[in-house]
């Protein structure tokens, strides 16, 4: 396995749990972990590559600031690294962040779905991936923040990543072990080609049942497919029950390090992930060292794919996408945030996402002051 240089943008929460899992890639690559703190990089990722020390991992680590917003100045920093991947888990807000808020409140916003929040996740992958282009430098870009909506956004641009992680990769293990449980065989003989929106990986894990947003799932043990003996008005419901697992973002750091496996080693690996090659929602793909491949049934083309995708989306706050990459949000889940802290956009043109990103977080961090006072 050779030698890669891995620039990690983006260490927060998760990205700093997915950084623990890839400094002890198999190999010996160079990392340079970028941000606006440098203090806080060089503390956090010591923490990684000491933990990685103590299992007998050696990588080498670096770190240096990194402004994403500051397009020049991030496309000098990849010009002067030249990385082969850049794995990036930078947001303006993460998701989980309106927990904070009074319980009635939170599970408010929460009902507004993930749609309205898009240009927090959007606008500093935007601005990383104007930079790469900018160093016309061929880099396989991953993404981790939103990839069911940003990538295809950026997509139409012809700015999207390679790839996302986590969502749809989320629950594939405990789904895998649910139908195993179901149908009385080794859970090593069940594998199944899943396709869903965000929305859908979500509620399934929580809820136990898609809310009606179109997916498709097909099964096979030892190679056979065994989809018709499975109820899919049911195929979820041990999910929140007897396969609930607790909160946190491991699941999405470990799917991040089964792509990057993949993606440093060439191993052609079969998993799911959301986002690839810029396309709506989440798929079953094969992963090699520059590419990525949609993986179908006989029962799915890749157009009916996209559209169940599509559709899925707007169960997630995005009426749709256009061909320009303007994104149109939904009525419905928009006027949430509307009623709760007076945001409202109902058309972001990516041109002009930085800007409403800016407002959604004066006014959300506005709003939250008030339960600190």
Request: some cysteine; hydrophobic content about 45%.
């Amino acid at each position: 396995m050779g030698q890669k240089r891995i620039l990690f943008v983006g260490l927060g929460d998760l990205g700093a749990q997915i950084f623990d899992l890839l400094v002890r890639l198999p190999g010996w690559h160079h990392f340079l972990v970028g941000g606006r703190n440098e203090q806080y990089l060089r503390e956090r990722t010591n923490l990684s590559l000491f933990a990685a020390s103590q299992l007998g991992f050696s990588p080498n680590v670096s770190c240096t600031y990194l402004d994403l917003r500051n397009v020049d100045q991030t496309a000098q920093i990849i010009e002067n690294f030249r990385p082969d991947i850049i794995f990036c888990a930078a947001t303006l807000l993460r998701w989980g962040a309106i927990s904070r808020l009074p319980k009635p409140i939170a599970d408010r916003l929460y009902a507004a779905q993930m749609g309205p929040w898009l240009p927090m996740h959007l606008t500093l992958v935007y601005r990383l991936m104007q930079a790469v282009k900018q160093t016309g430098l061929v880099i396989q870009v991953v993404n981790a923040s939103y990839p069911d909506v940003v990538n295809p956004v950026l997509a139409k641009v012809g700015l999207a990543p390679l790839t996302g992680i986590g969502d749809i990769a989320n629950n594939i293990p405990a789904l895998r072990m649910s139908i195993a449980f179901k149908l009385g065989v080794p859970l090593e003989q069940v594998e199944i080609r899943f396709f869903a929106q965000r929305y859908v990986n979500h509620r399934i894990s929580r809820v136990g049942s898609a809310g009606g947003a179109p997916f498709h799932l097909t099964v096979f043990v030892e190679g056979k497919d065994q989809t018709p003996l499975l109820d899919m008005e049911t195929i979820f419901d041990l999910l929140p029950t007897t396969f609930k697992r607790a909160p946190g973002q491991l699941m999405t750091a470990a799917s991040a390090m089964a792509l990057m496996e993949s993606l440093v080693g060439n191993e052609g690996t079969i998993t799911h992930a959301p986002g690839p090659n810029g396309l709506p929602g989440g798929y079953p793909v094969k992963v090699c060292e520059d590419s990525i491949e949609v993986l179908l049934p006989e029962a799915l083309t890749l157009k009916e794919a996209i559209h169940l995708n599509e559709v899925g989306m707007q169960f997630d706050g995005i009426d749709h996408i256009d061909e320009h990459g303007t994104v149109y949000f939904a009525g419905r889940e928009m006027s949430i945030l509307k009623d709760v802290f007076g945001y409202e956009c109902k058309v972001i043109p990516l041109a002009e996402c930085e800007q409403w990103a800016d407002e959604l977080l004066a006014k959300y961090t506005a709003f939250e002051e008030t339960f600190r006072r």
